[in-house]
Nanobody, 121 residues
Framework: QVQLVESGGGLVQPGDSLRVSCAAS????????MGWYRQAPGKQRELVAA???????NYKDSVKGRFTISRDNAKNTVYLLMNSLKAEDTAVYYC???????????????WGQGTQVTVSS
């Protein structure tokens, strides 16, 4: 079994900062790319940011310069620091990870349960 557990969401005001975290646990041999997606009401889920095991990152254009993704491989954890938050950042944020459970197996995607981020005055 593998679990991804997010934490750190909440209600903030425009311009505030927030950090969300996602910890992977269970039978894990290797974690490759980890990422954050978000889904606003009535919209499709979209990639916000991703980070490879070696630390290469990519971001959705609208969050570049405001959001920073990072990871701690020793803790199987990925973080998303969100600065200068805007109302349009309001969404459920989901953690995603490409995980190989055993040395002889192939990797597959796992998802967290989501954490709500609401930006409102």
């Amino acid at each position: 079994q593998v679990q991804l557990v997010e934490s750190g969401g909440g209600l903030v005001q425009p311009g505030d900062s927030l950090r969300v975290s996602c910890a992977a646990s269970g039978s894990i041999f290797m974690i490759y790319t980890m990422g954050w997606y978000r889904q606003a009401p009535g919209k499709q889920r979209e990639l916000v940011a991703a980070i490879t095991r070696g630390g290469s990152t990519n971001y959705k254009d609208s969050v570049k310069g405001r959001f920073t993704i990072s990871r701690d491989n020793a803790k199987n954890t990925v973080y998303l620091l969100m600065n200068s938050l805007k109302a349009e950042d309001t969404a459920v944020y989901y953690c995603n990870a490409d995980i190989r459970r055993f040395s002889g197996s192939t990797s597959r995607d796992y998802w967290g349960q989501g954490t709500q981020v609401t930006v409102s005055s």
